[in-house]
Structures are given as C-alpha cells and as structure tokens.
C-alpha cells in the first residue's frame, strides 16, 4: 500500500471506532462524505486491503499496443540503428506517420539493447601519449577564464604557454579575454625571447581556426594563422581537451598557487600582475619544469625580415574605387590624391589595423594616406562575438549603453528645463499684456 492509502487506514479506523465523524474524515482527506462512506463499507469488508486501489498490478488502460512497439523496433533495427531516440522519433513520426513521444521509443530502444543510456556507458580510454623529445618542438597554448584576483576585481583571463617537452611554463599573460590582439601580444613576447617554435598545439577556438564549413569569405585562415605561416611555425588543433592535458593540467596548478601569490603580494589587476608573471615563471619552472630526452633546442632564430610590428596587426585586402574611397568596418575613407594611389584604383589594397584601432592602407608596399568619414558608432545587431571573448564584449556593451542613457537623461532634463522656462515666460509676458 501506498502512503496515501495507509493514511486512509488510520482515518477511517477512527471513523469505524466512532471517534471520528464522516464530515470531519472527509475534510482531512479531501474527500466527500459519500466517498468516505463507501470506504468505510470497504474496510468493513475487506479490512486494509480494501482501501488498496485495484488497478495495481493491472496493465494501463492507456497503454500502447504490442504491434504498435513492434513496428516501431523493426523500423529503428533496419533503418535507424545507428539514431538516436531523439532523430530516431522524429523520423518515425515525419516518414512512417508513427506517433510516439521521445522517452517511450527511449525506454523500448534501451530494453531491446537498440540504445546505451550515458550512465551505462564504457567512460573513454585516454591513451598516454609520451612527451616530445626537444624544447620547442610542440608548445601547448591555452587561456584560462578564472577569478584570478578574487573578489578583489572583475575575472579576468590567462593565457598560458607550456612546452610539451619539458612541461615548462613559457608564457604567461593575463588579458581581459582570449581574442586575437591577445594571442599576439603572448606570441610576441615568447618570439623575442626563445625564438619560433615548430607547432602550436591548441583548442578548436577561433582564433585559431576558422570553424564554418565552408567560409563566405577569405582564405580560411584566421589573422593568429596567417601570423604564424608567415613566421613558419605551425598551428595545430587538439580535438578533446584531454588531448593537450599539459596545459590543462597546468591550468589547475595555477588556479591554485597563482591565486594565492596574486593574494599575498596585494595584487589586484592585469597590469602589476603581467609584471609579477616572470618571477612566478621561474620559480614554476624550478619547481616542476623537467629535462628534455634531447638536449637540442628546436626553436629557430627570428629572421631580419620577420617584422613582427606589422605580422601581428588585422591584415585584410579592400577594392579601392574609382573614387579613390575604401570602406572597411563600416567606415569610408578618402585616400590622397597621389601616384601610388591612382595605380590602385579598382584593385584591391592591404588593410592593417592596430590593437589601438590605428589603420594602415599600403599598395605594392607603398603606404597611403587616407580620411575617415564615419557612419555610425557602436556595433551592429547581431554582430558574431566569439564564445570566449564574449565577457569583454558584454563589458563594452553596458559601458557604451551606461554613457547613452547618462546623455539622454541630460539631454531630456535640459529640454524639460528649457520647456519650463518658455512657458514661465509666456505665463508672465501674458500676465503683463492682461493687467490695466
């Protein structure tokens, strides 16, 4: 018997004893008098068992028919087999004109073997993969999304470069998010001072990667990638987190020691803590960075020719007109009236922008001067922001919407002020025309 039943029991034991009336057995069960009197004939009768509902044990009057499941199971075997219940129900329903809901077909799947829930599932087998020979070699990179300082300021990112070779940390820099000005600013500064290095080993993000099957336009190169081909080092995708579980791992001993050095030393922002990050390097280094098997350094020297000022700035190719105007983010620019610009009407010209929005026009080489003449500010609706630098972009957001409505509300307090004060002088004016 169930709960419920069992405290009808006791009720109406109360009721058979003349301690209780029907009305006030009624009204502690929820019932009508004559529902309570049909169960005292009951529990006369039959004692407990007759309080017991007598559908238990019964199939479901709205239970569906054995050939119905049949069919359904035969379809999934010849057709489906490889579907989930999900895909596996809507096909049934849209093809075979089949109505059944997503968890019945789960249920009949997952009793005749045609479906593994995930709770019973075999967890995956990650193989140990053995660490590169030579520093250098392979340079796992990541960045990190964590409360680095606390509740002492905002989160903040991290972006952490470890050798898989050694399991050195090589670079560590905090920044508001992982965006592509970022990963230049990291990647130069380990540039300068260890050299290229043979591959980077990363996630699938887009700074990395261009991710759309097939791109409406350009190369299918991001601007980290093109940075990279040109100095020669090359990028490559890890497809599971715990494929590049060095840096991974390096994240959690971080989150744990960084944290609490930012704490000790009092810091509490990107600027005095990019300046702690060279002592803390060396002393994560001395403590759990291991020889190479080799001894050979696989970085390579930076070229003359590798000017990394302008590798690591947006680089984009516009269609100059005729005339002589370029658009590029919505903003149209006027170039000079020169030589070099004329020989680039109706071609196409390199675009480089600056972190600091600074824009470069260069022709063959040849850098050109132009005018802005703005449309508009703010973005667009429905601009794509990538996952991970989508905090920053929020940030942007509400700064920019905060400065709207403080203008709009000094705007409407200086109208309804200049408002008042037209009417208080009509008001006056009126009353002097009216007095004798």
Known sequence: MSYEELDRVSVVQRVVDKRLTQREAARMLGLTSRQVRRLVRAYQRDGPAGLASK?????????????????????????????????AQEKLSEVHELRLSVETLRAWMIEDGLWVPRARRKPRIQQPRRRRPCLGELVQIDGCDHEWFENRRARCTALVFIDDATGALMELLFCESESTFSYFAAMRSYLER??????????????????????????????????????????????????????????LTLQDRLVKELRLRGIDDVVAANGFAPEFRDDYNRRF??????????????????????????????KVTKNLTVNYKRVLYVLDKTDAAGAAR???????????????????????????????????????????????????????QRARTEARIAEVGTTRRSARLLREGVRRRTSAEESP
Not at 218 to 237: E, H, K, P, Y
Not at 298 to 307: G, M
């Open 346 to 400: 109706g071609r196409l010209l390199d675009v480089e922008e600056q972190e600091d929005g600074t824009i470069t026009f260069r022709y063959d080489g040849v850098e050109l001067a132009a005018t802005a003449f703005p449309r508009d500010d703010g973005m667009r609706q429905g601009d794509i922001v990538d996952n991970k630098r989508l905090a920053a972009v929020l940030e942007l957001i509400k700064a920019d």
């Open 194 to 251: 260890y050299g290229k290095p043979v591959a980077l080993y990363s996630d699938k993000a887009g700074v990395f990667r261009v991710n759309a099957k097939e791109p409406v336009g350009g190369a299918g190169v991001t601007q980290f990638g093109r940075a990279m081909s040109s100095l020669n080092v090359d990028i490559i995708c890890a497809n599971t987190p715990a494929a590049k579980g060095r840096v991974e791992r390096a994240h």
């Open 289 to 318: 960075a291991r020889a190479p098997r080799s001894e050979h350094d696989a970085h390579r020297p930076l070229r003359a020719s590798d000017d990394l000022e302008r590798l690591f700035t947006l680089q984009l190719s516009r």
């Open 55 to 87: 559908r238990r044990g019964r199939p479901s009057n709205r239970r569906i028919c054995l050939g119905l499941r049949f069919e359904a199971l035969e379809l999934v075997r010849e057709l489906y087999c490889d579907f989930g219940p999900t895909l």
